[in-house]
């Protein structure tokens, strides 16, 4: 038998082994050269054919290199086997992930937006805003108010009484009602803290009217009170205008007109020119364009928007509260309708809308105050 060279054998299979590159071609490998034909294995088998001098060194040499060949090929298996399973991860993944969708995002409610832009001006004039009771008594709603029992405001028909009315149209000052005008937070107010006071209210009011595109059972006030030393009509009007030119413009002129309010003495309501026809009562050329309107369409053809009802606080009022004397001290006030403001500036027809959520509606109005 010619000389047997194991380690050709085994570097053959070695390199077979190798370059196997899937787990079947590295099975075909092994069967190749360490199934029951492979050269190594035939030689070990037939061992027993050789010369006696060759068995001991073909036998040794042929063990150690089929030891080798197993460990490379189980050691190639466990490298092929894993990459073949990465790959398959990869490639059978399937995508499960839905197209993105936006979370619906809340908003405040037109309402909310234009109370704190009411809120912000008195903030920045310096006036704090305080919180007050819808269900008041009539001491609150009335009497202190320098509302006399006989008032048409306090009769049920015009005021939704909780308990305690008196039926014989006399007063009862403990019966409760919902309030009917943020003005009960005056004596509120007053009665927490001394002057001098600069405060504002805003917050629901109730009165027994019929609904409709302009009147509500339910809506929403803002009341202001200034009480100091020396307060006349002149600050109460340069107040309103710094207010109403924040609110509605700057070159827009404000008129008062006297009035009558239980409460304060004198009494005016203010007048803002209007900020859609500048005080000339014209259409604009979109409403005129669309043929529907001759008249502005924001005041109607007046050139003024009534906007709210003011006064010098009375002095009965001012009586009503200990600490406060109108002989020291006097004061104004004055009330606007939070609904009407947001009416007004985004022109609206008609204030039930408001409280409808509909969110075609309100959806409209996201972060514009
Ligand atoms: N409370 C009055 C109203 O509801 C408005 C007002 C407030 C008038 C303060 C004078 C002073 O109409």
């Not at 460990?71 to 190639?76: F, K």
């Not at 320098?146 to 019966?175: L, S």
Request: contains cysteine.
């Amino acid at each position: 038998m010619a000389d047997i060279d194991i380690d050709a054998l085994a570097r053959e299979a070695r390199a077979d082994l190798e370059a196997a590159t899937t787990v079947a071609d590295l099975d075909a490998a092994k069967i190749r050269h360490l199934g029951k034909n492979g050269p190594i294995v035939l030689l070990l088998r037939d061992i027993k054919d050789l010369p006696p001098e060759q068995r001991g060194p073909v036998g040794k040499g042929g063990n150690v290199a089929r030891k080798e060949l197993e460990a490379l090929a189980a050691s190639r298996h466990e490298a092929l086997a894993s990459a073949e399973l990465d790959r398959r991860l990869i490639e059978d993944a399937i995508d499960v992930s839905l197209p993105p969708r936006a979370m619906p995002q809340g908003t405040l409610h037109l309402l909310t937006q234009t109370r704190r832009l009411l809120e912000d001006i008195f903030l920045g004039m310096g006036y704090d805003v305080i919180d007050a009771p819808e269900v008041e008594n009539e001491w609150y709603g009335f009497t202190a108010l320098n509302t006399p029992v006989g008032h048409p405001a306090r009769n049920p028909t015009d005021t939704f009484y909780i308990a305690g009315h008196d039926q014989g149209a006399g007063a009862n000052d403990d019966a409760l009602i919902l309030r009917t005008q943020t003005s009960t937070a005056q004596l509120r107010a007053m009665q927490l803290t001394k002057p001098p006071l600069y405060v504002v209210h805003p917050g629901r009011v109730y009165r027994r009217d019929d609904i409709d595109a302009t009147h509500s059972d339910m809506f929403h006030q803002m009341e202001a009170l200034a009480i100091d030393e020396g307060l006349t009509l002149a600050n109460l009007k340069g107040t309103i205008e710094s207010f109403l030119h924040r609110l509605f413009g700057d070159d827009l002129q404000v008129r008062l007109r006297t009035h009558f309010f239980p409460f304060t003495e004198p009494s005016v309501e203010a007048d803002v020119q209007c900020f859609s026809c500048g005080g000339t009562g014209d259409p604009s050329a979109d409403d005129r364009a669309s043929g529907d309107f001759d008249r502005c369409r924001v005041c109607r053809g007046e050139g003024w928007i009534e906007i709210m009802g003011a006064g010098m606080v009375d002095p009965n009022v001012l009586g009503a509260v200990d600490g406060y004397d109108a002989d020291t001290v006097s004061g104004f006030a004055f009330g606007i309708g939070i609904d009407r403001v947001a009416m007004l500036r985004h022109g609206f027809p008609d204030l039930r809308m408001l409280f409808q959520n509909d969110l075609r509606f309100v959806r409209q109005f996201a972060g514009r105050p």
